[in-house]
T-cell receptor, first 115, second 112 residues
Framework: GEEVAQTPKHLVRGEGQKAKLYCAPIKGHSYVFWYQQVLKNEFKFLISFQNENVFDETGMPKERFSAKCLPNSPCSLEIQATKLEDSAVYFC?????????????FGSGTRLTVV | KQEVTQIPAALSVPEGENLVLNCSFTDSAIYNLQWFRQDPGKGLTSLLLIQSSQREQTSGRLNASLDKSSGRSTLYIAASQPGDSATYLCAAGGDSSYKLIFGSGTRLLVRP
């Protein structure tokens, strides 16, 4: 399809619980990006994939966050032992190529609330 | 390290007014610059994408310009309507990792 599909739309977890978010990129798009939006408009880059390979993970808090993009499956972002500060909207975006010439299409996001 | 700044942070205008939103970036070595719209509680809608080799892009009442040498981009909205009320974000696609660096957005309110 022509949209980036993110599930679930909302997720509530108790502190210390695991959270798993999913993203189905647009078919044919080679790059997938995860961003975290906190404090209204502050977007933080987390990780990107080129197909199933990690492309850039410099934004990932590695001790609790992990992500995968496997063939024929939605990409996933998993947070082990969630903390209150993980409460945010997590956006996934895909791009046909990573660089110039093509823009990024964003999903509608998953709102994670840690209580 | 790329930093993107947007001014003003908020803007309130009467319907019908033409307006300009500003975006500045510190590193001119960008691949592209993209303008997005975000409605409250919603995702990002791509408005315009300007490649590094381009000076401007137009879509309907929207026109975005890019001046890499001065590190600036502007989004011009003609004949604003209440439906244009949203947060507008610019994002620079800069380094070899292709990630976007976002500004903090301009919250626009168009009053009927």
């Amino acid at each position: 399809g022509e949209e980036v599909a993110q599930t679930p739309k909302h997720l509530v977890r108790g502190e210390g619980q695991k959270a798993k978010l999913y993203c189905a990129p647009i078919k044919g798009h080679s790059y997938v990006f995860w961003y975290q939006q906190v404090l209204k408009n502050e977007f933080k880059f987390l990780i990107s994939f080129q197909n199933e390979n990690v492309f850039d993970e410099t934004g990932m808090p590695k001790e609790r966050f992990s992500a995968k993009c496997l063939p024929n499956s939605p990409c996933s972002l998993e947070i082990q032992a969630t903390k209150l500060e993980d409460s945010a909207v997590y956006f996934c975006a895909s791009s046909q190529t990573g660089g110039s010439g093509y823009g990024y299409t964003f999903g509608s996001g998953t709102r994670l609330t840690v209580v | 390290k790329q930093e993107v700044t947007q001014i003003p942070a908020a803007l309130s205008v009467p319907e019908g007014e033409n307006l300009v939103l500003n975006c500045s970036f510190t590193d001119s070595a960008i691949y592209n610059l993209q303008w997005f719209r975000q409605d409250p509680g919603k995702g990002l809608t791509s408005l315009l994408l300007i490649q590094s080799s381009q000076r401007e892009q137009t879509s309907g009442r929207l026109n975005a310009s890019l001046d890499k040498s001065s590190g600036r981009s502007t989004l011009y909205i003609a004949a604003s309507q209440p439906g244009d009320s949203a947060t507008y974000l610019c994002a620079a696609g800069g380094d070899s990792s292709y990630k976007l660096i976002f500004g903090s957005g301009t919250r626009l309110l168009v009053r009927p």
